[in-house]
């Protein structure tokens, strides 16, 4: 059976309780990186993606080089400390905020900006390639395998000329993540609690008459006033027809009176930890039995899936107790449901593993181990009318899932009334 989650201590740190213990946290994630590469046989790991360079580094990555990887990235080497190179000179600031790094693995970073500099990439990624193996050189593991996150044409033409045995990285590193340990937890519980918090100021302030966009505006003004509130990729609100098929965005439209709304807290960020929380509001009037009924097979569909989550179990214990996407919607196969029946990892990334859907799960299982974090979702609903959908988050103990988020579920919230 799931249970509720426990209580969170708190957002920032006291002398006189102990908290999340951030050099324990930072510690355990690279040794868990290290441990990793290891095991799949690498000498070293170069990552570019944001997630895998927090993971490793414990440094930040500022909003405007999200989704540009190269700006910035790590490797880290058999038997050395991890080696930052960092965009231009912000490694001044980092030996500043960073002590546990040391000061001369902090470096400045080669960039050809995704190919954004034409003729010069050539110049570039020599330069990057020539750093990355002086590197290796330095700490004896230039002659094994580097694990790699991402690889572009630059990179594959300048490693092979180079003699670099590139390999996939990506792998480790996913699997590094996945297992959090106690203060990764607590912070997964912290979040859970900010967007429950966002959610009950959205059912205070939501009425008929506004438009999609005021309600993601009012959050993010709610969310970013949080103390460690680093991101917030994105609040939905799907309104009416556009809550099914939910087109998982927000627009100018008007709410209502009788519109269903879906809002999700999606990769709300505190400190690096990211989350995914669906709700259902109804607003200035009581929703439809038909609505009603639609809601109660959605979440039963959730809590369905949430009684597999036990550790030992798999992936396909849980996709397994939902239809597919012909027996629910008629559609011809599962990838056109992709995300409709859903359950996807929670951390430093949006999607850590496990993940969990009929695409993938009942033929590649994954076994769910304590110390994973993730959500399950569900949705229903009539084409371009109205949708529902549903979605907890959970971090799973010895015992079983432990649900974190506590907004409520059982019933589609009503706001907005006379």
Not at 104 to 119: D, L, M, Q, T
Not at 164 to 183: C, H, L, S, Y
Not at 371 to 395: D, I
Request: with cysteine; glycine share 8%; net charge negative.
């Amino acid at each position: 059976m799931a249970t509720r989650g426990t209580s969170n201590f708190g957002l920032v740190g006291t002398d006189w309780q102990q908290r999340i213990n951030w050099d324990r946290l930072r510690t355990y994630r690279l040794n868990r990186a290290r441990a990793e590469m290891e095991k799949a046989g690498l000498g070293s790991m170069l990552v570019m993606y944001d997630e895998n360079n927090r993971y490793i580094t414990s440094t930040v990555t500022p909003g405007w080089c999200r989704l540009k990887p190269g700006l910035r990235y790590a490797l880290l080497c058999k038997g050395g400390e991890p080696v930052l190179f960092e965009q231009g000179d912000i490694g001044t600031q980092i030996n500043r905020h960073c002590p546990w790094l040391p000061k001369e693995n902090v470096r400045y970073a080669y960039s050809w900006i995704k190919g954004a500099v034409g003729p010069a990439a050539e110049q570039q990624v020599t330069k990057f390639t020539n750093a990355i193996r002086e590197e290796m050189e330095r700490h004896g593991v230039q002659n094994d395998p580097l694990g790699v996150d991402m690889i572009d044409l630059n990179m594959i033409n300048s490693f092979n000329a180079s003699g670099i045995d590139w390999r996939d990285g990506m792998t480790p590193m996913v699997a590094a993540r996945a297992i959090k340990n106690e203060d990764e937890l607590e912070a997964m519980r912290i979040v859970a609690a900010i967007c429950d918090g966002a959610h009950t100021a959205i059912a205070n302030y939501m009425r008929a008459g506004m438009q999609e966009h005021e309600i993601t505006a009012f959050t993010m003004d709610y969310l970013y006033s949080v103390p460690g509130i680093e991101d917030v990729e994105d609040i939905i609100v799907s309104s009416g027809p556009n809550s099914w098929p939910n087109w998982r965005h927000f627009s100018d439209r008007i709410i209502q009176p009788g519109d269903l709304v879906i809002i999700d807290m999606a990769a709300v960020t505190w400190n690096g930890y990211k989350s995914c929380q669906y709700r259902t509001y109804c607003v200035g009037k009581q929703p439809t039995q038909e609505q009603k009924d639609y809601y109660k097979i959605a979440y039963e569909w959730l809590y369905d899936a949430i009684e597999k989550v036990q550790p030992g179990a798999t992936t396909a214990d849980v996709a397994g107790v939902w239809p597919s996407a012909q027996e629910a919607w008629g559609y011809r196969e599962e990838d056109e449901a992709a995300a409709n029946l859903w359950g996807h990892g929670l951390g430093l990334a949006q999607y850590d593993s496990p993940v969990v859907s009929r695409i993938y799960s009942l033929d590649h299982p994954v076994e769910i181990q304590p110390g994973m974090s993730f959500a399950l979702e569900t949705q229903h609903g009539k084409p371009l009318e109205w949708g529902v959908r549903v979605e907890e988050m959970m971090v799973v103990n010895e015992e079983g899932p432990e649900i974190t988020t506590q907004f409520p579920i059982e019933e589609i919230t009503v706001v907005g009334t006379i």
